[in-house]
């Protein structure tokens, strides 16, 4: 049976672009077109119930492979860990929000005090070498605290579905890499605790920081480009909780390792009943490559790179999920991965050192970097993209 999403009565087949880029799903939204082909004998179709413009095949929490919560229960233990991952049991507190507890913690590429746990409900900061603290949300401002209440509150499973409908189908801007660096130089991070550089700078500071330990050019590139898809904020987007953040995934629980994770009660798919259980849409070990993340830069960036650029799939996943917080530092959603997603998990956490602590750089001189940047652009990038 082919994969079909209703949205707004209109079913988008598994061909489309938009089911393509985002791969969204075998999980929970397999369905029928027909809710009354179920017999009383048992033969036929299942019921079709339908949830937020989404039709699933039966009721929520019914079927075979559906991941409930259940305490002290990962699917994920059900395959060797690799060394180089934490692994957390679950459980729920009385919002619905997952409550991740480490059982042990290992990176090569993340000293060990960057690899905290949860403590009172709030991943604790992170610090370099030099003990500059990174990610203090506990002590963040309030312009910070309100972005993320915002946010949590407003990227729904139903939000998701029509930012990336409208991704596909909007008119796009064409410009080479480098315009659409100068165009978002103008932009500040609302949820940034850690800087007030203008964003061309922060590239330029992680592109910079890559290049003097000697990495690959791709992953020098990756450096540059991995928050060029911040534009959406001058691209239609309804604010910048919908552009900047940390990422999550939609359809399921919201884990306790999201940063203030008591504001996800003011967002109804934490109150839904599929969308509020442990794997929600989603299937064990379905892959990270399945999941739909929260809308924003990372998500918008990715799919651009995917369409116009010549990056291998480690560089397409830092630039995916290097805001994916609560899994590569706080360990979260872990029981989603499949053993394929451990060198992808790597990757990221290679990246994510130079993402953050390079705030603390000097800013680049563009004029001194400009040329070799470009150069690299145009190895791996089309010389004209689509935003």
């Known amino acids: 049976m082919p994969l079909i999403l209703v949205r707004d009565g209109r079913a988008l087949d598994e061909t489309s672009d938009m089911i393509d880029d985002v791969n969204v799903l075998r999980p929970r939204i397999l369905a029928a077109k027909s809710s009354t082909a179920t017999t009383s004998s048992g ?63 290992s990176s090569p590429s993340l000293v060990a005090h960057e690899l905290n746990e949860v403590e009172d409900g709030e991943p604790a900061p992170m610090t370099n070498e030099e003990g500059k603290v990174f990610r203090d949300y506990a002590n963040a401002c309030d312009r910070v605290k309100m972005f993320y209440a915002e946010q949590h509150a407003k990227q729904t499973m139903e939000y998701n579905l029509a930012a990336r409908e409208h991704f ?19 932009l500040v991070d609302d949820s940034d605790p850690d800087t007030s550089l203008s964003q061309i700078e922060h590239l330029l500071q992680t592109a910079e920081a890559i290049r003097r330990d000697g990495k690959p ?17 001058f ?33 109804p798919d934490s109150k839904h009943p599929l969308y509020s ?51 590569h530092r706080e360990n979260g959603y872990m ?18 050192p130079y993402d953050l602590y390079s705030k603390a750089d000097e800013p680049i001189r563009v004029e001194n970097v400009k040329e070799y940047y470009q150069g690299l652009i145009s190895k791996y990038f089309d010389d004209v993209v689509e935003w």
Not at 173 to 186: F, G, Q
Not at 286 to 300: A, F, K, P, Q, V
Request: proline share 6%; with cysteine; net charge negative.
């Open 43 to 105: 033969h036929g179709s299942p019921p079709t119930i339908v949830m937020d413009g989404l039709e699933f095949d039966e009721e929520p929490g019914s079927g075979a492979g559906l991941c409930d919560f259940t305490p002290d229960v990962t699917p994920f233990h059900s395959r060797p860990v690799s060394p180089t991952l934490s692994v957390r049991t679950n459980v729920t507190n009385t919002a619905g929000v997952i409550d991740d507890q480490v059982q042990a913690t």
């Open 277 to 327: 259980t442990k794997c929600g849409v989603y299937e064990p070990g379905c892959g990270l490559e399945n999941l739909i993340m929260s809308w924003g830069h990372d998500e918008y960036m990715y799919l651009v790179a995917k369409k116009y650029s010549r990056l291998p799939r480690e560089g397409l996943a830092m630039i995916r999920f290097h805001s994916f917080y609560p899994w």
């Open 217 to 233: 050019d791709w992953m020098q590139l990756v450096g540059l480009v991995h928050d060029l898809g911040k534009l959406l904020f």
């Open 235 to 267: 691209l239609g987007a309804k604010g910048q909780w919908d552009v900047v953040g940390d990422t999550f995934p939609v359809g399921c629980a919201f884990s306790q390792s999201n940063i203030y994770a008591e504001t996800f009660a003011a967002n």
């Open 335 to 352: 029981h989603l991965m499949k053993p394929e997603d451990d060198e992808l998990l790597a990757a990221v956490r290679d990246f994510n």
């Open 168 to 186: 596909h189908t909007r008119e796009k801007l064409k410009m080479s890499v480098w315009e659409a660096m100068e165009m978002l130089d103008t």
